[in-house]
């Protein structure tokens, strides 16, 4: 049963990750884009359940590891990265560099605690790779009720 709710979630958020992505080139028809909110934009991300613990893979194309910043509180994951970049706009008469901030956000509500002093996170071609081990719960211990 747990493979078919795996299943489920993949499937879930492949669909949340296109009809995001559906969205934005809509949007950026209209002319926007670059001022679309954060939680529109982007990252795109999928959450896994391998057992203790969880693994978060973040599409950030373009962001290197420096740009970004990731912290977990709690039953929370949060990303957040920002790029500055260089913009030149030229025409017959002019030239001009403008100075272009990318930013992108997502706040993630995990199933369960993690341990956040134990996450790590990998970078490779684009996509950040969080892993957080679980926060083993306490069995729960029953009290025997002596009847009278």
Same mark, same amino acid.
């Given at each position: 049963?747990?493979?078919?709710?795996l299943?489920?979630?993949?499937e879930?958020?492949?669909?949340?990750? $296109?009809?995001?992505?559906?969205?934005?080139?809509l949007?950026?028809g #209209?002319?926007g884009?670059?001022?679309?909110?954060?939680d529109?934009r982007?990252?795109?991300f999928?959450?896994l359940?391998?057992g203790?613990?969880?693994?978060?893979?973040?599409e950030?194309p373009?962001?290197?590891?420096? $740009?970004?910043?990731?912290?977990?509180?709690?039953?929370?994951?949060?990303?957040?990265?920002?790029k500055?970049?260089?913009?030149e706009?030229?025409?017959p #008469?002019?030239?001009?560099?403008?100075?272009?901030?990318?930013s992108v956000?997502?706040?993630?509500?995990l199933?369960?605690?993690?341990?956040?002093? $134990?996450?790590r996170?990998?970078?490779k071609?684009?996509? #950040?790779?969080?892993?957080?081990?679980?926060i083993?719960?306490?069995?729960?211990?029953g009290?025997?009720?002596?009847?009278k």
């Amino acid at each position: 049963m747990s493979e078919l709710i795996l299943w489920t979630n993949r499937e879930i958020n492949k669909l949340r990750r $296109d009809i995001d992505r559906l969205f934005e080139r809509l949007w950026m028809g #209209f002319g926007g884009g670059a001022d679309l909110p954060g939680d529109m934009r982007g990252p795109y991300f999928e959450l896994l359940d391998e057992g203790d613990t969880l693994v978060v893979n973040a599409e950030l194309p373009g962001m290197r590891p420096k $740009d970004v910043e990731i912290s977990v509180r709690e039953d929370m994951l949060f990303i957040r990265a920002e790029k500055r970049q260089a913009v030149e706009t030229s025409g017959p #008469f002019y030239r001009r560099v403008e100075q272009s901030l990318r930013s992108v956000s997502r706040r993630i509500k995990l199933p369960c605690r993690v341990k956040a002093t $134990d996450v790590r996170a990998d970078y490779k071609a684009g996509v #950040f790779r969080i892993v957080m081990p679980k926060i083993e719960m306490e069995k729960k211990k029953g009290i025997k009720i002596r009847v009278k």
